[in-house]
């Protein structure tokens, strides 16, 4: 880190104190904003430290819906977005009209909802889901009762493949992790032979065929922590380098493709975190009959993890 950023961090850390901001962050995020932040994880984990942080003010050093999750679970507290122009293209390609037609014409499906969607699309869900938790959800709900997963036809790919289930999958997807292809992996096993395949289920199925391990950014994470291997092929986006060599800095991590950033977690900087301190800025809401609908998904997804 350069002399410009240290001072940065320094101004933010001490400014937060001041003001009892509470910064958490998403695995993702750029090296820098990992290392000031009060708390880094997922999104599950990141909507859980938002909901059981006491601060009055907290800031979400992510994209725009998981400032919004903040906001729903946290009524009558501020949140802060620094760049509140840091959006999610898979979260953004479904609205709240889509699933209420569906419904229309499956009045009797369940709408299970990837935490990576507009406030008002939760807002018409039965439960949310993340990567860490969404097998589990699946796995409680009636046999019988037709699924309508949203937005990301990857992850409801792999969970049906796992559980043996037909889930109805809305045609989306990340277009960061789906980037993975099977000729890099097979390139780099190759190359490096004894290295594990890690891969998030954001990717294809065809690259979980691959890998040695699927899971979540977090699990992602302790499976490394815990792994007795040196080597290990990264299917996920290369924030999570930053938090394993912390962790672990004798592993040698190999990032599945070159391309695995995502441009909206990397627009986020300190410059941006210290001036919406400072001017407590953009403060991100959600209008209140909106919230009240997204926080029974929400809080039903919290539930059925634990
Ligand atoms: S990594 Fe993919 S799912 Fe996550 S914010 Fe970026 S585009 Fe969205």
New binding site residues.
Partial sequence: MNQIAKSISLEILEKKKQNDIYVIAHY?QRDEIQDIADFVGDSYAMALAARNSDSSVILVA??DFMAETAAILCPGRTVLSPEPAA?????NSITADKIIRYREEHPDCIVVTYV?TPADVKAVSDVCCTSSNAERIIRKLPADKEIFFVP?QNLAANIANRLGRNLDAYPSF????NLVTEASIKELKEKFPQAEVLVHP?CKPEILELADYAGSTAGILNHVVEAEGRDFIIGT?CGIFHPILKACPEKNLILASEKLI????KSITLDKILNSIVERQTVITVPEEVRQKAVLALEKMISMAS
């Fill in positions: 993702y992510g994209v959006t999610c293209p898979m979260a990576n990301d990340c277009p960061i992790h954001e986006e995502c441009p909206n977690m």
